[in-house]
């Protein structure tokens, strides 16, 4: 079958030669957008090279708006696997679109990463990429655009999932049929949970960024607003592991982190539930806590859950409830509703009158 040829692509490559050449120049939206509409799956494969290493090369430089430039290399990327992207994006380069404060940047880059949920082999060559994951958290947890960070909450939680060396998998036994991981899929190393778990500056990074403590307007410092942003992303993505690897992300790692965080050898969740949000103050992160904690307990009730898995939620649930009359009325609630599944009121039941 003849190839249809695509119109305006020579001009295109020309375009992309000038702006190598000078990055001030102006995008030709018309002819970006021209190019990228004919572009589907039949015809994408041989415009890669020829495109793609000039539109990765033009987005290190390029200091106006990048979106068309990110969005058509995001489609030509579509049929790429991970270990191909890498040869066309560096880190640096990846880098460098996950600090742009173009949306569109930090897309294409997300998109870069998430290829990386295709195999746990992927996951593990990107543990060895500390900057991009880095900057990936960095992103993740910053980033004032909500359908950036909603991409990278949905990659995170994807990547850690392939990542999750199943067979080691922390004290439950999971009943779970909404798991991602396809049944054919050997388990993964782990080398990417312990990137961010066993990385001291990354550790750092994602409690400071989170705390409520540590609120400003400097440079690395998120104000109010992006304070909430940063909290709800990581309540949003714990539910998930904490099915997947209930013991590290509930065990110290870093004593001397969590004690300037106010916790002692709980680890990250107890930090997220009794510690980061500030209650009095943020009325709306105190919502978005109560709706974690309906989730979590949801998603718990449906594991097999052992003796050091209850000690731990009994102990979690009697700090925060004890100390939260909203919260503790809204479990009391819950367990009283008729919609509420019988798992989970059984959950709700064993803790109320749980004794160690």
């Known amino acids: 079958m003849e190839e249809i040829p695509i119109t305006g692509l020579e001009e295109l490559e020309k375009h992309l030669d ?27 494969p041989p415009l890669i090279p020829r495109l793609l290493p000039k539109l990765t090369q033009i987005l290190l430089t390029y200091t106006e708006d990048p979106t068309l430039l990110a969005s058509l290399s995001t489609k030509l990327l579509r049929p790429i696997k991970f270990t191909q992207a890498l040869t066309l994006a560096s880190e640096d380069a990846l880098i460098s679109a996950l600090r742009s404060p173009a949306p569109a940047a930090a897309i294409l880059a997300i998109t870069v990463i998430e290829k990386a949920t295709r195999s746990p082999g992927d996951t593990a060559i990107l543990s060895i990429m500390k900057g ?22 949905k990659t995170l939680g994807d990547l850690l999932e392939v990542d999750c060396d199943r ?19 050997p388990p ?3 080398l990417l949970w312990r990137r961010i778990f066993q990385d001291r ?45 209930f013991q590290t992300i509930t065990r110290s790692h870093f004593p001397d982190i969590e004690a300037r965080y106010g916790i002692r050898e709980q680890g990250l969740l107890y930090f ?21 904690f309906v989730e979590f307990l949801d998603m718990m009730s449906n594991t097999a ?3 050091t898995t209850m000690d731990y939620l009994a102990v979690l649930m009697k700090k925060v409830a004890g100390s939260d009359s909203t ?9 009283l509703s008729p919609d509420t599944s019988p798992e989970l009121v059984d959950l709700l039941v064993k803790l109320n009158e749980y004794e160690r």
């Open 327 to 335: 919260l503790y009325k809204s479990l009391e609630s819950l367990a």
């Open 18 to 44: 000038i702006l190598l050449e000078a990055p001030d120049t102006p995008l030709d939206a018309k002819l970006f957008d021209e190019v990228e509409l004919q572009l589907n799956d039949p015809n994408i």
């Open 201 to 245: 500056g990354i550790y750092d990074l994602i409690f400071s960024l989170c705390s409520f403590t540590t609120m400003g307007s400097g440079e690395g410092q998120l104000d109010e607003r992006q304070k909430s942003l940063a909290q709800a992303r990581l309540l949003r993505v714990l539910p998930r592991l904490a099915v997947l690897d």
């Open 132 to 153: 991009v994951v880095e900057s990936f958290l960095r992103t993740w947890l910053s980033t004032p655009h909500v359908g950036v960070g909603e991409k990278a909450t």
């Open 272 to 292: 997220a539930c009794a510690e980061m949000v500030d209650k009095e103050e943020d009325l709306l992160m105190h919502i978005t806590l109560i709706d974690f």
């Open 188 to 190: 993964g190393q782990g």
């Open 167 to 185: 067979r080691n998998s922390a004290d439950i036994d999971t009943k779970m049929s909404g798991l991602q991981i396809a049944s054919g899929m």
């Open 305 to 307: 859950i052992t003796k």
